[in-house]
């Protein structure tokens, strides 16, 4: 997907850009049913997936994936009640709040993450018709 979406230019405005809305509604179905995650909560665990058992701070969270803390809050409590991930305050500064994936986070990630390379790769030559 990466590939599409890099070829794409933004001041070309001769031609109308494909939408990828449909193909992500369905990824994020194939997660919902098979893993019982959305979209979202996907994403938010493979961002502290890949920081490799390192804690990782709310604030790195929301900045990358550009959420608010109210939004990104909600889902981690969401992802925690279902025991994907922990959240405890740093040790050395209790004002801040960091996540790691628990044993059954790391398992369901992985789970979801076959799902989806194996997901893009039947989508990623079909072109949104336009």
Do not use: C, N
Request: positive net charge; proline residues 4%; aromatic residues 4%.
């Amino acid at each position: 997907m990466q590939t599409v979406m890099s070829t794409l230019d933004p001041s070309d405005t001769t031609r109308q850009s494909p939408t990828f809305l449909p193909s992500l509604a369905l990824l994020h179905g194939e997660l919902r049913m098979l893993h019982g995650m959305s979209l979202h909560e996907y994403l938010v665990l493979g961002v502290v997936g890949a920081a490799e058992g390192r804690a990782v701070p709310v604030a790195e969270l929301t900045a990358s994936l550009k959420e608010s803390g109210t939004r990104m809050t909600f889902v981690l409590k969401g992802l925690q009640a279902a025991g994907l991930i922990e959240r405890d305050r740093r040790a050395g500064d209790r004002r801040t709040v960091e996540v790691t994936l628990t044993g059954v986070g790391r398992a369901r990630l992985a789970e979801a993450e076959g799902t989806a390379r194996t997901w893009l790769r039947g989508h990623a030559d079909r072109q949104p018709a336009g």
